[in-house]
């Protein structure tokens, strides 16, 4: 019948302030992981909330000393400021998890949860030791009812694992419930994104414990948080709902960049069909940047971990489709070298090639699957010289990911043929070509000197823009040989 309200959507449009059932204040929260989530996520809980004690903690020392010093362990704009503002009043950050624990209402688990390396599901799954060791930790170490929240992006279905731990390693008398917390904030905007979320995702068991333990977190995310935008639904839809964020996300990036092939054979532009498409109110601007492809710590985790469930669950179709997904991310690298090598005359041995950018986004330092560090490793198999300049990454960190250690080969290797530079100027000194590995602002045509660049490059002087942030005529009136990812040079005539 048309309007019936079934159980389900009635529960999608229940807002929760209608929830009338009693429920618990939250007055003390642990969060169990200092990372990119857990630290920025429940600095702004903290921030946000000036009755509700936040305590962060985490097995690495090194960590939780920089989240007490002027020098925090991540960057994200805003983050400082939140920090400052809160820290050692309802902010604390320590490596007493027991007593962390013991004393919190709540408790959030936000650790990490990486591809498996080995053994059953290795590449796909997701590893879930970390997690199955922090409920352990809860349930070894409360002393009173908790509530358990799962912050962290874990596969369908992780919490009955919780459950059974939780069950079986807490004191008598102990009472856990657990919820589905994901989190969706992107990095470079973490701050903006907590401040301001499109939503928050609660998930529960439907019980009046399920649903009163619901109730209880909606509360802490109300003091910033209007409360239309704080949905309950299902433990087990709460769980795929953030998979399937990141997996929609990640195909609309592989689709884009699947077109900019099209593009480059065709003389299209991608940006402009990008607009175009995106123009369609159904379809929407959003993620249809073509690029060197993403990277991240989680679009191709999560994706993966949503191939290895689908094939758990004997749907073949299924795990295929989403692991073309990965496979044409990993294709766009591979093109794009190629493109690179074509047109530096078919051979990069001995030739310079400034990269500029090293983290996988503008505004992070962070570089975990960063498209620079397979392009990198590529040009390096060509026998190419690396002169690489990011303005926040560290050096430590670039080359520990570029000596890829247990795998491939040893950072002395490493070290004969990359070069870090302390600007873009450094880097292009004497280099045949520019490329464009990372969307930093700095990186634009209104903020570097061009002109500058080209009078201390190798000609002719190419630039590869990996992520289309360049006036290409205007380059090109410098005297650059400019190729850009998804726009070719073929001339806009009939011939
Ligand atoms: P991270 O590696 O930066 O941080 C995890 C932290 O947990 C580490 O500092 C680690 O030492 C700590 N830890 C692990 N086990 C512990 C334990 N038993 N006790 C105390 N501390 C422990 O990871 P992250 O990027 O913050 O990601 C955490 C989770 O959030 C992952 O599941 C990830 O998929 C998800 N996520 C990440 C992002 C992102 O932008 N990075 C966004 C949304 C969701
Ligand atoms: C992504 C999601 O956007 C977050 O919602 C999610 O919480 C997070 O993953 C997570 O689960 O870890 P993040 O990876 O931090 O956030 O950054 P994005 O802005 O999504 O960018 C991911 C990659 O895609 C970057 O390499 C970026 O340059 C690339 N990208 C993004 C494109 O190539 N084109 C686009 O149009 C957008």
Redesign the pocket.
Known sequence: MSGAITPANERLSRPLDSIDIPHKKISKICC???????GPTCAVIAYRSPDVTVTI????QA?IDAWNSDNLPIYEPGLEEVVKAVRGKNLFFTTD?DTSIREADLVFV????PTKKSGVGAGYAADLG?VE??TR?IAKVSTSDKIVVE????PCRTAVSMRKILDSNGKPGCKFDILSN??????GTAIKDLLAPDRVLIGSLDTPAGRSAAASLADVYANWVPRERVITMNLWSSELSKLAANALLAQRISSINALSAICEATGADVDEVSYAVGLDSRIGPKFLKASVGFG???FQ??ILNLVYLSESLHLPDVAEYWRQVVEMNESQKRRFTQRVISSLFNTLTGKRLAVLGFAFKKDTGDTRESAAITLIKYFRQEQAKIALYDPKVEASQIWYDLAEPGVVDDATAVKKQVTLCESAYEAAKGADAIIICTEWDEFKDTHLDYQKLYDVMNKPAFVFDGRLILNQKKLEKIGFKVECIGRSRLEETFE
Do not use: M, Q
């Open positions: 169990i992981g200092a990372g990119y989530v857990g903690v985490d097995l690495n960590r998890v936000s650790v990490n949860t970390w060791s922090a930790h912050k962290s992006t874990v994901p989190e969706f904030l992107a990095e991240g710590s989680c985790k999560d």
